[in-house]
């Protein structure tokens, strides 16, 4: 890419955040279109309606078709291999759990309900025996009962990584930290249940033992890799294309990459399911090539919201505030947006040269790109979010990347490229999703600021459908020098396991479905994540959690951009909308409805 056109794409994009915050203020105060109460004539709730409060609640209508546009697929929508948080949310659709998150906005959306189970788990043996019993008439789409042979099936799929690589391997690690269990495509026993940590003495209890006490293991029960899978219905590496449903919705259609539509599951029954009230007949999902292009569509009213929940488009957004900003939120996610310095990269494995890019970067320019403090939010100064315990925000800020070198430091960073030993600066490769103008924007801030360096960086724009087998496998990010990968992460769970274990932790290094992409081998972070797990007491910890967070920064291991906020729209054909701190702020999808059935 020419640094003419780069120039002018950057000016473009904060030109868009200027126009954005401007709009911003004039929404808080009232105007653009609304009507006096903060609604609007054709219907929509106001903005910020929806931000952790349920908008239209007793509007919903059984009926009609639910739209949502995507400019990116999920990674997968087989429950073991699916990490995308919007897959996550979109999956209750078609999967159980024994326990779930909470269907309430806020903070309460991330407290955990029972699903399958009659309640959350019963704990003894020193918090390492966790038993439950099933609901009953819980069934398959099919008509056939659900049993605990069948979660302990779907969980053993996790063990299947050389097959199905990509999802969270929590469970596998608390289970079987020894890596005995080899999974259920390699079980020798003849019901392919040979997994010892699982015990189902009947079809409707199950009980897990794990060998040592893990504090957060029924959240790692709530994650759809613990959704049951049939046996008879394991397609292996193709289930993606049609998981078999134990929600009230099931597959009709799939084209990857194109569209993807959901029909009723007749066979579920509303009263053995308490999160679910499944308003709509049908579920639709259609997948655009251009995000910009996907924000006129639901700006148009073609749609009813994006399916990835990572805001609209500055050119989208910019619309929107003008003429339908009652359409619009503005909640705080759960999302760190960042660059990361693989090691396996040269000259990355040397701190000081993660340090001078550190240094180097103009961090006001990287939040303008990605929308400003209101669209994009605030600096990002450390690697925890404000939602998880041990979070401390911007009062951590090692670098001074809010305060005194938030506009870069030439000088800090021409020191520490000398302490690299790259005195006159180096060349790298910036990865980043081709499908993600607000990515691609902030690419190229961080390649003009590094220019002032003397770092010339190229960018690299992947097919973002395909992150897991690009970025997600280190062998491909040494082959293609990615020296600086742009990406963005939220928790899986509420704690600092929940975010920072697949990060950070030597142990979570994978071939393929690889999320530790500056590849931390520190036998430090890894000692206080084994701290944390086998601590019970609150304070202690959060006090851990601060200190690996501690660690991972002194480390120069990421650039964090921003403490991220979205502009997200919702359609005034929807009802019983609201975000959920369970989905980082998202909208939580499993209880959305139409104001009518046409």
């Given at each position: 890419?020419?640094?003419?056109?780069?120039?002018?794409?950057?000016?473009?994009?904060?030109?868009?955040?200027?126009?954005v915050?401007?709009?911003?203020?004039?929404?808080?105060?009232?105007?653009?279109?609304?009507?006096?109460?903060?609604?609007?004539?054709?219907g929509?709730?106001?903005?910020?309606?929806?931000?952790?409060?349920?908008?239209?609640?007793?509007?919903?209508?059984?009926?009609?078709?639910?739209k949502?546009?995507?400019?990116?697929?999920?990674?997968?929508?087989?429950?073991?291999?699916g990490?995308y948080g919007?897959?996550?949310?979109?999956?209750?659709?078609?999967?159980?759990?024994?326990?779930?998150?909470?269907?309430?906005?806020?903070?309460?959306?991330?407290?955990l309900?029972?699903?399958?189970?009659?309640?959350?788990?019963?704990?003894?043996?020193?918090?390492?025996?966790?038993?439950?019993?099933?609901?009953?008439?819980?069934?398959?789409?099919?008509?056939?009962?659900?049993?605990?042979?069948d979660?302990?099936?779907?969980?053993?799929?996790?063990?299947?990584?050389?097959?199905?690589?990509?999802?969270?391997?929590?469970?596998?690690?608390?289970?079987?930290?020894?890596?005995?269990?080899?999974?259920?495509?390699?079980?020798?026993?003849?019901?392919?249940?040979?997994?010892?940590?699982?015990?189902?003495?009947?079809?409707?209890?199950?009980?897990?033992?794990?060998?040592?006490?893990?504090?957060?293991?029924?959240?790692?029960?709530?994650?759809?890799?613990a959704?049951?899978v049939?046996?008879?219905?394991?397609?292996?590496?193709?289930?993606?294309?049609?998981?078999f449903?134990?929600?009230?919705?099931?597959?009709?259609?799939?084209?990857?990459?194109k569209?993807l539509?959901?029909?009723?599951?007749?066979n579920?029954?509303?009263?053995?399911?308490?999160?679910?009230?499944?308003?709509?007949?049908?579920?639709?999902?259609?997948?655009?090539?251009?995000?910009?292009d996907?924000?006129?569509?639901l700006?148009?009213?073609?749609?009813?919201?994006?399916?990835?929940?990572?805001?609209?488009?500055?050119?989208?957004?910019?619309?929107?505030?003008?003429q339908?900003?009652?359409?619009?939120?503005?909640?705080?996610?759960?999302?760190?947006?960042?660059?990361?310095?693989?090691?396996?990269?040269?000259?990355?494995?040397?701190?000081?040269?993660?340090?001078?890019?550190?240094y180097?970067?103009?961090?006001?320019?990287?939040q303008?790109?990605?929308?400003?403090?209101?669209?994009?939010?605030?600096?990002?100064?450390?690697?925890?979010?404000?939602?998880?315990?041990?979070?401390?925000?911007?009062?951590?800020?090692?670098?001074?990347?809010?305060?005194?070198?938030?506009?870069?430091?030439?000088a800090?960073?021409?020191?520490?490229?000398?302490?690299?030993?790259?005195?006159?600066?180096?060349?790298?490769?910036?990865?980043?999703?081709?499908?993600k103008?607000?990515?691609?924007?902030?690419?190229?801030?961080?390649?003009?600021?590094?220019?002032?360096?003397?770092?010339?960086?190229?960018i690299?724009?992947?097919?973002?459908?395909q992150?897991?087998?690009?970025?997600?496998?280190?062998?491909?990010?040494?082959?293609?020098?990615?020296?600086?990968?742009?990406?963005?992460w939220?928790?899986?769970?509420?704690?600092?396991?929940?975010?920072?274990?697949?990060?950070?932790?030597s142990?979570?290094?994978?071939?393929?479905?690889?999320?530790?992409?500056?590849?931390?081998?520190?036998?430090?972070i890894?000692?206080?994540?084994?701290?944390?797990?086998?601590?019970?007491?609150?304070?202690?910890?959060t006090?851990?959690?601060?200190?690996?967070?501690?660690?991972?920064?002194?480390g120069g291991?990421?650039?964090?951009?921003?403490?991220?906020?979205?502009?997200?729209?919702?359609?005034?054909?929807?009802a019983?909308?609201?975000?959920?701190?369970g989905?980082?702020?998202?909208?939580?999808?499993?209880?959305?409805?139409?104001?009518?059935?046409?």
């Amino acid at each position: 890419m020419t640094t003419q056109r780069t120039s002018g794409r950057r000016k473009q994009a904060m030109a868009a955040a200027a126009v954005v915050a401007a709009l911003l203020t004039t929404a808080a105060c009232g105007g653009g279109g609304d009507n006096g109460d903060g609604g609007s004539k054709n219907g929509a709730a106001g903005f910020d309606a929806a931000n952790n409060k349920i908008a239209q609640a007793d509007q919903a209508k059984k009926g009609g078709t639910l739209k949502f546009a995507g400019a990116q697929d999920a990674d997968s929508w087989d429950t073991t291999r699916g990490y995308y948080g919007f897959m996550w949310n979109f999956s209750r659709y078609y999967a159980r759990q024994l326990v779930t998150n909470k269907a309430e906005p806020g903070a309460a959306g991330a407290e955990l309900a029972p699903d399958l189970a009659t309640g959350l788990a019963k704990v003894s043996d020193d918090g390492k025996t966790y038993t439950y019993t099933l609901r009953d008439n819980v069934t398959w789409e099919d008509g056939k009962p659900i049993t605990s042979k069948d979660i302990k099936y779907g969980i053993q799929r996790v063990w299947a990584q050389d097959v199905l690589a990509g999802g969270p391997v929590y469970l596998k690690d608390v289970l079987d930290p020894k890596g005995e269990y080899q999974g259920p495509y390699k079980d020798k026993s003849p019901d392919k249940l040979g997994l010892k940590a699982i015990e189902t003495p009947d079809d409707k209890t199950i009980i897990f033992k794990l060998p040592k006490a893990n504090s957060d293991f029924e959240e790692m029960l709530a994650l759809v890799s613990a959704s049951p899978v049939r046996q008879d219905k394991d397609t292996k590496s193709k289930y993606g294309l049609r998981p078999f449903s134990s929600g009230p919705y099931k597959f009709e259609s799939y084209e990857p990459g194109k569209s993807l539509k959901l029909v009723r599951n007749e066979n579920w029954k509303q009263a053995s399911d308490p999160v679910r009230k499944a308003y709509p007949d049908a579920i639709t999902i259609n997948f655009f090539s251009n995000a910009n292009d996907m924000d006129q569509r639901l700006i148009n009213g073609d749609y009813d919201l994006d399916i990835n929940q990572t805001g609209m488009s500055p050119q989208g957004r910019t619309t929107a505030l003008k003429q339908h900003k009652a359409n619009l939120d503005n909640p705080v996610s759960g999302y760190i947006r960042y660059a990361v310095f693989p090691q396996s990269v040269k000259p990355f494995d040397n701190e000081h040269c993660r340090k001078a890019v550190i240094y180097g970067a103009d961090h006001v320019s990287l939040q303008t790109a990605r929308g400003g403090p209101i669209a994009g939010g605030d600096i990002g100064t450390n690697m925890l979010p404000p939602s998880v315990p041990g979070a401390e925000g911007q009062k951590y800020d090692p670098y001074e990347l809010a305060g005194a070198n938030k506009k870069g430091n030439v000088a800090k960073a021409k020191e520490e490229l000398k302490a690299c030993g790259k005195p006159t600066g180096f060349k790298t490769t910036i990865a980043v999703r081709n499908n993600k103008p607000v990515e691609v924007a902030t690419a190229e801030s961080l390649q003009a600021s590094l220019k002032k360096v003397g770092i010339q960086a190229e960018i690299d724009q992947y097919d973002g459908s395909q992150t897991s087998g690009i970025i997600g496998s280190p062998s491909n990010v040494e082959k293609k020098g990615y020296g600086i990968i742009i990406m963005g992460w939220g928790p899986d769970f509420p704690t600092v396991q929940g975010f920072g274990l697949p990060l950070w932790d030597s142990s979570y290094i994978l071939e393929s479905g690889n999320n530790n992409y500056a590849l931390i081998k520190d036998k430090a972070i890894d000692g206080l994540f084994d701290d944390y797990v086998n601590t019970l007491e609150d304070g202690e910890k959060t006090k851990i959690s601060a200190e690996i967070n501690h660690k991972v920064m002194e480390g120069g291991y990421y650039l964090p951009f921003v403490f991220e906020k979205f502009i997200n729209w919702r359609s005034s054909r929807l009802a019983n909308v609201y975000t959920s701190d369970g989905y980082s702020g998202m909208y939580d999808f499993v209880n959305l409805g139409l104001k009518s059935s046409k």
